[in-house]
């Protein structure tokens, strides 16, 4: 036998709690203003999208969370989620460093977004709530949502960025086998989506605009709430089971990772892994570096600038501080749908403005060629997104190799990317180029910050 | 927490040996013939196709054949897999049945294929062999046979049946992203392929054409041999890692199941499961019930006849008593496209000659009706293939509540649909319909039955 290459875990095992970093960050985040006032806004100002549990985790200051029993059961279906030793892909970089991998692909959507979406429908429905509206990328949320809503019985409608919708059409299966519906975004069933089509009848979609639909419905409909499946703290939060998790698997492998990595977009999963090691490190524990890698077309974090925006294009949310590159700017059409948000999380980017992360965006064709590497080699397809991980663990890899180290990487690998193979198709035919934005329109996307933004708070 | 879902090994414990139920017959199996002579075939007359090793294990009467430790070592990688309490099924059925379900969906292609494709790549390798053509219906085997190629080092050529070719595109982008190069069947690149399309320009292929042309290739080049998913004794031998792992996941539960359920297209999947429980049973051990599930559309079992055959429609193979549709029987394009075979392993036509295993014919609709059920409670949306053994389990376990019987159900999931979400989309669209077969088609392959088949053997 090859040396251990799963580190398992057993039902037993699964968190009882949420993680939370803002009981250990070093400097409070910056409060979320109402567009309208620009004053800190309450738990009431986002009651018509959110049932109040939510609220409250969203704003908590508990270092723990604890996680209702439903919830857990609902997770036993699939977690604990394995930890992976890359032998197969150590030996073909031929590195000292140790690499390992959590895989969230083994989830009923492929994905990590199981992890907040079973927690969101469960407090929907604690608090009678029948229906949500929301948005997807990729569609691995929005699959992750329909399949939630099918366990707690609720009924949920997708928005899906239309380019996405089009790349990947078997997510929109898939939603449908959960019991969810799901239309292509802009669409004409929304003021907001109407807006887009009248003056970009053929827009491709971003996740901005899909917000502003999902939001809308949720703003206009009583019975009906918002969910997101990134960006918020709750949503990070929720995520933490992935890094609590591989904190306990680290130690059946008897290793701790100098570096973690993973795909950032609105960040919930980076964070899910990350965030329980930085507590750790800020609790006086291990040091560790947290790298976050994303798309050179999608920037935010190295590109971005840190301040108030709207989560969505139709300036329905309220104002958030986080990296952005404008919530107009309309990333191009690259295939990782669920890395193509313009803002990045507040909780990262306030930790990459306070030095405790670091931030790397990488080109698409360099994130192919390592997904069929590890392909080859460990035998999962990674999504487009986690192609992005796969690739940032490669390249801390292979600077173990030039630099003599045997240094421990650990990274997410976030999903399979069993409904991305059409990208892969493009890839083998040389149809994918590193694509990436366009100066002009960036400057003018962060020209458009409301003025808040460069205001005194 | 709810009860326990998941029954887990650890690498330990993968199995150290195949279980051959040849060395537990109550009756040898009759010989494979020789197609001209009629006389029984020896191991040389098999060697222009198979490596001696694979060959020496057709037709091996050993009890126990150990697993090669290149093969263990690659079977870590997603081995064991997951034994599942259908807790949310059996509550959706309210019935007092168990069912469990062994998945084999969590290995690199999806399916249960890849633990016959990593020895078949390892005794070709070790053999000195560089490459490997083979056929593929839905696309499970061929993908699976890419990756074992990719860890061991092989060339692969697979001819994939020219409907799921179309059905289901990025199954070929899976076997690229391996390695392998992927054809539709039949194709123009060999004789028995350009002999189909001169009769039937518009030939939708079938896994008898594809075998056809598979064996050609090997049979006309040196340097390649070929490699069969399903029916012949080693590759079912090679499955019994399934049922291996099952019986001390059921230990681990505290059960022991009184009917085994499988699909059977050629029977790899169904064997794989249900003969290490069988050889128990023949051993002086517990009682069993074993049922295979065939699809309306290609009732082999049920509506075939036990007779000497060809594997292939050129009439290129040797000939194996089995239960047969006739080797010109082309079934109609429906979607579980790994039960699309015209016989059924001779190792299971022979048990259920013998009144070991049972079998049932369902149709499409159903089955299609019972994953969606099975995907909304248990997460997993079953490879239509795999919607068959959930189909018959459900049935079992409505017998059961009909009965009043609290019994155990057992049945493999072997594989999960994420490329199989066209078929899903048709569903849900109302594309699909109970597909048969035609009588007269049907009678007519039957009458074209090699004469053998009706002589002294």
Not at 8 to 34: C, G, M
Request: with cysteine; charged share 20%; net charge negative.
């Amino acid at each position: 036998m090859a040396d251990q290459t799963k580190f398992l875990l057993t039902e037993k095992d699964i968190p009882k709690f949420w993680y939370n970093i803002q009981a250990d960050l070093p400097e409070a985040l910056p409060p979320v203003l109402h567009p309208g006032t620009g004053q800190p806004i309450g738990p009431d100002d986002l009651a018509p999208l959110f049932p109040m549990e939510l609220i409250m985790q969203e704003v908590s200051q508990e270092r723990e969370i604890e996680i209702p029993e439903p919830v857990r059961s609902a997770y036993q279906q699939w977690r604990p989620t394995p930890l992976y030793r890359a032998h197969r892909l150590e030996k073909a970089l031929d590195t000292p460093a140790k690499i390992y991998y959590k895989y969230e692909g083994v989830s009923p959507s492929g994905s990590h977004k199981p992890n907040t979406a079973i927690p969101q429908a469960f407090f929907n429905k604690a608090e009678g709530i029948n229906k949500i509206a929301t948005e997807t990328g990729a569609g691995q949320w929005g699959s992750s949502l329909a399949y939630a809503a099918a366990l707690f019985d609720l009924e949920v409608q997708v928005f899906m960025v239309k380019v996405s919708f089009n790349q990947k059409p078997y997510r929109k299966a898939m939603m449908e086998t959960f019991g969810a519906s799901c239309i292509a975004s802009p669409s004409d069933t929304t003021n907001a989506g109407r807006a887009i089509l009248e003056k970009t009848p053929d827009s491709t979609g971003s996740l901005g605009i899909a917000i502003s639909e999902a939001v809308e419905v949720a703003a206009t409909n009583d019975d009906t709430k918002y969910a997101l499946g990134s960006v918020l703290n709750h949503v990070l939060m929720h995520q933490t089971v992935i890094g609590q998790e591989a904190m306990r698997q680290m130690e059946m492998a008897g290793d701790y990772p100098d570096v973690v990595v993973g795909c950032s977009g609105g960040g919930s999963n980076f964070a899910g892994i990350a965030l329980p090691f930085l507590g750790e490190k800020l609790r006086g524990g291990k040091d560790v570096r947290l790298v976050a890698i994303e798309p050179a077309a999608c920037p935010s974090l190295t590109r971005g600038k840190y301040a108030y925006d709207f989560g969505d294009t139709a300036q329905m949310t309220p104002l958030v501080k986080m990296h952005t590159l404008g919530a107009n700017f309309v990333p191009s059409g690259f295939h990782a749908g669920g890395l193509r948000y313009h803002g990045m999380a507040p909780i990262l980017s306030h930790l990459y403005e306070l030095g405790l992360s670091e931030a790397k965006a990488l080109n698409q064709l360099e994130c192919f060629e390592a997904g069929v590497l590890f392909g080859r080699t460990e035998s999962i397809i990674p999504a487009p997104e986690a192609t992005h991980a796969v690739r940032g663990a490669i390249l801390e890899a292979l600077r173990c190799k030039e630099e003599g180290k045997s240094e421990t990487i650990l990274f997410n690998l976030c999903g399979h990317g069993h409904f991305d193979m059409q990208a892969y198709t493009d890839f083998f035919a040389g149809k994918l180029n590193d694509q990436t934005y366009d100066e002009s329109e960036l400057a003018m996307a962060l020209a458009g910050l409301p003025s808040v933004a460069h205001g005194s708070v």
